[in-house]
């Protein structure tokens, strides 16, 4: 019982083992992918597209500028920008110098940001305008060295920039004053680059790519070591995974990249995996303006789109989205929260297309298991374990438990981060030799579907039963009254902890004796919540992520 692969399960065609040494590193990769697709579109974004040449042109001269300032191999270099062109072309440069590329959330406060540049030793920052002034005040507390500025409009051309960078700043007023002493625009790096030579940088697989912090909304954020071989063999399992659906060479089709391309997730699969595969990647910077996002998928007949489940959530309960083409839809791919089976089965109805659930980790580059995407998904699993990758369940002393019995999901294979830097304790805490512990709870069947209980630290405890706040969420999310839901343990002098949702309605005329009633049909009595509370808004991550955690901040509520 100590590993599973599951051959007998796996669809036809897909490898059980990739090579994660196909490459000598991410910029082999990237190279390799500008000489087979240098005139296919690569990225588009707000109207205007850019080739992989012309991908290769920009990074070229964005890296010679770096080393011209003195970015050596090692050194960290954050972007802290949305989706936009610009995003891509600076990792890509910053590998091309021989950076490592922290990645970092432009809704960052200044002392989240601080604290990330300083633990990972900063020596440039890539940031958008909008966040400018937030790095002016914490700057003098860090190590940064230079700054590279960027506005939203720099890679749409001429006059169209031009337009959008006045917009922006002085009639949408999103650009709040700042003032950071020689600091550089990009477009001025990309023009001092071109007269300047780029030396040749050796990188090798064992070398550190991103520093990816995570953890923040648990405690202090902590950064995920991952190197060129961790992505290569996450980008060719996912490849596998999906080359019977999606053509080797990514011929004719393109991929909506609505989450964030800083989030592990989107990096992987939609940046990099894309870019692998030659696909052709329309960005989306604001995906929150839904009815702008909606518009901009009826420009496109997409075959991929990866999302997690309050993303599909509100694109379904958005009355146009409906009445796009899905006709060449194939991959509809989710991750980052579990999804929802009210929204998997409502999305598979509207698109013709199912929701594959993937799982995994910052810490595991990302994916760790999915679901087949040849007929055989299973609403509610994360799936199998991807090819070389092998998982267990385990219990509290870190040994593994029968099938079907709950426990640890553990894992092991090349995309796993060689430690969290500069954290030996922390990283200590969540191996167990080889195994990394994810900290969520699982079980495992007899096909080897995994499926996901809950965050092993957001189980709560009623008189002496566990109950898993997905399970709960799960039902009343199938209300049809209701948008959106969180649930989470309150304090309670009889039972020791009492089941609390937070939800947003649907429909104004919801009361918590309807949703208690509801629940009282599906679940058990002491899984039915005893505290609703009805909110505008639930707190979520940068991906969306409902974030339980902040949902235990005081707040008025409702008691039934």
């Known amino acids: 019982m100590e590993s599973f692969f599951w051959t007998k399960t796996y669809p036809k065609g897909v490898p059980h083992e990739i090579n994660p040494d196909k490459y000598d590193s991410l910029l082999d990769l990237f190279e390799q992918s500008i000489q087979s697709y240098k005139q296919r579109v690569a990225y588009e974004n707000m109207g205007v597209t850019l080739t992989f040449e012309q991908v290769d042109n920009y990074s070229r001269d964005f890296a010679a500028y770096l080393q011209s300032i003195g970015i050596e191999k090692g050194d960290r270099v954050a972007v802290q920008m949305p989706n936009l062109m610009q995003y891509p072309i600076a990792v890509f440069g910053i590998m091309r110098a021989g950076g490592v590329v922290v990645n970092t959330n432009p809704l960052y406060t200044p002392h989240e940001m601080q604290h990330q540049f300083t633990d990972a030793g900063v020596k440039a920052v890539v940031i958008l305008s909008n966040f400018a002034s937030k790095l002016e005040q914490i700057i003098g507390k860090t190590d940064i060295e230079h700054v590279i500025v960027s506005e939203i409009g720099d890679m749409l051309g001429g006059f169209k920039g031009f337009v959008t960078n006045f917009v922006v700043k002085y009639v949408k007023n999103m650009v709040p004053k700042f003032n950071i002493p020689n600091a550089t625009k990009l477009k001025d790096a990309f023009s001092a680059g071109k007269d300047l030579p780029l030396k040749k940088t050796t990188l090798q697989r064992d070398d550190i790519a991103f520093l990816q912090y995570t953890g923040g909304t648990t405690g202090v954020a902590k950064g995920a070591v991952l190197t060129h071989r961790n992505l290569i063999a996450n980008m060719e399992q996912l490849v596998a995974w999906s080359s019977f659906l999606v053509d080797k060479d990514g011929a004719g089709h393109k991929v909506i990249s609505a989450l964030p391309l800083y989030h592990i997730f989107a990096l992987t699969f939609n940046c990099l995996g894309m870019m692998r595969m030659g696909v052709h990647n329309i960005l989306i910077t604001n995906p929150r303006d839904m009815p702008g996002f909606v518009k901009e998928l009826k420009n496109h007949q997409f075959s991929i789109i990866s999302g997690v489940n309050t993303l599909f959530n509100a694109l379904l309960n958005e009355p146009e989205f409906k009445n796009i083409d899905f ?11 579990a999804v929802q089976d009210v929204v998997a089965k409502k999305w598979k109805e509207t698109t013709g297309c199912p929701i594959a659930e ?19 998904e299973q609403i509610g699993s994360i799936g199998l374990p991807l090819p070389s990758t092998e998982i267990r369940i385990a219990d509290e002393n870190d040994e593994p438990v029968p099938l079907g019995e709950r426990g640890e999901i553990h894992a092991r294979g090349p995309q796993v981060m060689r430690g969290y830097w ?30 996901i209980v809950d965050r092993k630290k957001e189980m709560i405890l009623v008189s002496g039963f566990n109950v898993y706040p997905n399970e709960v969420e799960n039902v009343i999310a199938a209300h049809p009254k209701v948008l959106e839901v969180g649930v989470i343990g309150v304090p309670d002098p009889k039972s020791n902890e009492a089941v609390k949702a937070f939800i947003v309605k649907k429909d104004n005329s919801l009361t918590p004796e309807e949703i208690i009633a509801f629940c009282k049909e599906e679940l058990t009595g002491y899984k039915v919540p005893r505290h609703i509370e009805f909110r505008d808004e639930l707190p979520k991550s940068n991906v969306g992520k409902i974030l339980r955690r902040l949902l235990k901040e005081p707040a008025k509520e409702t008691t039934a």
């Open 358 to 376: 993937a799982y995994g980790l910052t810490e595991t580059s990302p994916g760790l298991t999915c679901n087949p995407l040849d007929g055989r």
């Open 327 to 337: 006709s060449k839809l194939k991959l509809s791919l989710g991750g980052g929260m």
């Open 422 to 451: 500069n954290r030996d304790d922390e990283t200590a805490k969540v191996f167990a030799d080889d195994w990394f512990k994810t900290g969520d709870i699982g079980i495992m069947d007899e096909q080897g579907f995994v499926r």
